[in-house]
């Protein structure tokens, strides 16, 4: 079965110093992964996803993220942390028709 | 567009209250989704629609009916809730399912207490 981990539940980032939020993937076959923000008392807003091509893949809001296969890893990044940028994060992987999601990762962007 | 809608966004109901919850959006996806999620864990699956039939129930309890009426429009029916159902519902589209692009795209949620 597909799953992803992210090891972290929160992580702390003074702003406007670099950002990294991490995920990793077990998979059979070939990876779908995503990252999704959450803000308080919101749904889900999709970030950036790969499906193949260039390891690094740019999203929204200035993210980008890392697909490393020798890592099997997919690691969300942002060269420049904003306050506005608190909020709930998870990685996911397509697992046939459904989305199996992380447990989720609080990013804290402190001033 | 990529906006998924919800209504309503907040609703309190007695556990023997009957209510709907409806999603709505004019993205021409056609795969619906319903989620459950408690308070600082990941969605939780409970129900896809694609093509407007069921596809998936993830062992949801009978207490939750979902209803794709056409292919814009996705409703969970509830009817005998328990106070552990208190959660935020979300809906979301994606454009298929199964190949190429399945990002999904969720609604704000409504936030469901059951007293």
């Known amino acids: ?111 | 567009d990529t906006e998924v809608t919800q209504t309503p966004k907040h609703l309190v109901m007695g556990m023997t209250n009957k209510k709907s919850l409806k999603c709505e959006q004019h993205m021409g996806h056609r795969a619906m989704y319903w989620y459950k999620q408690k308070a600082k864990k990941p969605p939780e699956l409970m129900f896809v629609y694609s093509y407007e039939k069921l596809s998936i129930n993830e062992s949801v309890p009978s207490r939750f009916s979902p209803e794709c009426p056409n292919s814009s429009l996705l409703n969970l029916h509830l009817h005998a809730l328990q106070p552990e159902d208190s959660a935020l519902y979300l809906c979301a589209s994606s454009l298929n399912r199964g190949r190429g692009s399945y990002e999904q795209y969720f609604g704000p949620g409504t936030r469901l207490t059951v007293t």
């Open chain 1, 1 to 111: 079965a597909q799953s992803v981990a992210q090891p972290e539940d929160q992580v702390n980032v003074a702003e406007g110093n670099p950002l990294t939020v991490k995920c990793t993937y077990s998979v059979s076959g070939n990876p779908y992964l995503f990252w999704y923000v959450q803000y308080p008392n919101r749904g889900l807003q999709f970030l950036l996803k790969y499906i193949t091509g260039d390891n690094l893949v740019k999203g929204s809001y200035g993210f980008e993220a890392e697909f490393n296969k020798s890592q099997t890893s997919f690691h969300l990044k942002k060269p420049s942390a904003l306050v506005s940028d608190s909020a709930l994060y998870f990685c996911a992987v397509r697992d046939t028709d459904k989305l199996i999601f992380g447990t989720g990762t609080r990013l804290q962007v402190f001033p």
